[in-house]
């Protein structure tokens, strides 16, 4: 079964700093990691996919990495913003497998 | 708004009433998921369609469960005689097929209660 392992499990920022979340999974046998958004009470926002032959991903001040024979993913947030508070969540997709397994989430606050 | 759209946003419900949710995924997406979340923890798997099969289900899904897709499009999760500890967020997804792009899209979820 795929663990997905989340650290830290809630940080706070001042503003401007930047963000780094990571991400650990037991399987490397892994098709794809996406890392989502989350408000509270609302649904998942999908920021970034890595597909597992891709070492990193970027889009605007976010950059995944993806490091298979470690099971690890990290998630760089470059000059947080009080907008960047939420929770992200990481989850793995397995080949031969349909389900996303997902982390419990990094809480995040950035300050102003 | 061509995402994910799910409904009601909220249900709160007496213990022992049926429930039904409805998820309209994105129209070229042939999978679809269902994913419940609990306060503090990560979503997890309910059940897989891809086009009106249903593929694969947790245990999670109990018998009181049920999901349809009837003609590959919207789906309906149904909870019977619900209990207190099916209060939770149902978060559905969809994704274009395997071999393709397959970024699942979620929607903005569905709250239950039961009271």
């Known amino acids: 079964k795929q663990e997905v392992t989340q650290i830290p499990a809630a940080l706070s920022v001042p503003e401007g700093e930047n963000l780094v979340l990571n991400c650990s999974f037991t399987?490397?046998?892994?098709?794809?990691l996406q890392w989502f958004r989350q408000d509270p009470g609302k649904g998942l926002t999908s920021l970034l996919l890595?597909?597992?032959?891709?070492r990193e991903q970027t889009s605007g001040r976010l950059n995944a990495s993806l490091d298979k024979s470690s099971g690890r993913s990290t998630l760089y947030i470059a000059a947080s913003q009080p907008g960047d508070s939420a929770t992200y969540l990481c989850?793995?997709?397995?080949?031969?497998?349909?389900?996303?397994?997902f982390g419990k989430g990094n809480q995040v606050v950035v300050i102003p | 708004d061509t995402g994910v759209s799910q409904n009601p946003r909220h249900k709160i419900t007496k213990r022992g009433q049926n429930v039904t949710f409805r998820c309209d995924p994105i129209?070229?997406?042939?999978?679809l998921y269902w994913y419940r979340q609990t306060l503090g923890q990560g979503p997890e798997f309910l059940t897989y369609?891809?086009?009106?099969?249903?593929?694969?289900k947790s245990r999670l899904l109990s018998d009181r469960f049920s999901a349809e897709r009837p003609k590959g499009s919207f789906s309906t999760l149904e909870i019977q005689r619900t209990e207190q500890g099916d209060s939770a967020m149902y978060l559905c997804?969809?994704?274009?097929?395997?071999?393709?792009?397959?970024?699942?899209?979620f929607g903005q979820g569905t709250r239950l209660t039961v009271v």
């Open positions: 997804a969809s994704s274009l097929p395997r071999g393709e792009n397959t970024e699942a899209f």
């Open positions: 399987d490397s046998a892994i098709y794809n």
């Open positions: 890595i597909q597992s032959s891709q």
């Open positions: 989850a793995v997709l397995l080949y031969g497998n349909n389900r996303l397994a």
């Open positions: 129209s070229e997406h042939n999978r």
């Open positions: 369609f891809q086009n009106e099969a249903q593929l694969e």
